[in-house]
């Protein structure tokens, strides 16, 4: 073993061992001084359990996306979980819709049938994205004006390329690969986090 190695039971448990620690900390000392040294650890906690989430999140897409031009199934990994069950669940059932879209390209369904998916599932997103906002903003952790810009700029890009396609300047294919990944993937893997909202 190097000599920076850290065991694997140790890594993952000592966000929750912090996080315990503070909260016992200040219900058994009851003082001043253990109220704020149990708020710190509870607060390291905090910090240690978002950079981890954030870490790892940024590791899957990392290798989750293609660098070439192919066609590629969206895998769910645990990682995209941002910690709201509905939310989460939007995600993955848009996950699937994609992956449908995906393989009725590449099995050479009729294209009329993938049009219709296409923008079904632009219509699915469209509607995520206003629920999303909803259940946020209910939970204390509502989105500011940017990521609210940020969810209209990328339809409106969607639809654009949409457009593109009509008018014979982009494939199918084309269209579809910047739905799955420039807006859908991108959309989960930099959602908001949350933690216990559920």
Known sequence: ?????????LYESLPHLYLTRGVLT??????????????????????????????RRAMAAQVFVPPDGTLRQLAWHPQFEIGHAVIDEHHRALFARCNELIDEIQGDKAMSVIEL????????????????????????????DDE??????????????????????????????????????????????LIDAN
């Open 1 to 9: 073993m190097g000599r920076g190695y850290k065991p694997e039971w």
């Open 26 to 55: 200040i219900v058994w000392l009851r003082s001043p001084f253990a109220m704020l040294s149990g708020t710190l650890l509870m607060s390291t906690a905090a910090v240690m359990l978002r950079m981890r989430r954030r870490f």
């Open 117 to 144: 998916r296409v923008y079904e599932l632009l219509w699915a997103f469209e509607a995520h994205c206003e629920a999303e906002h909803g259940l946020l903003a209910r939970v204390g952790a509502p989105l500011s």
């Open 148 to 193: 609210v810009d940020a969810y209209e700029g990328i339809l409106s890009d969607a639809k654009l390329l949409r457009e593109r396609y009509h008018e014979g300047a982009l494939t199918m294919a084309e269209l579809v690969r910047f739905v799955a990944y420039e807006v859908l993937f991108k959309h989960v893997v930099g959602s908001p986090e």
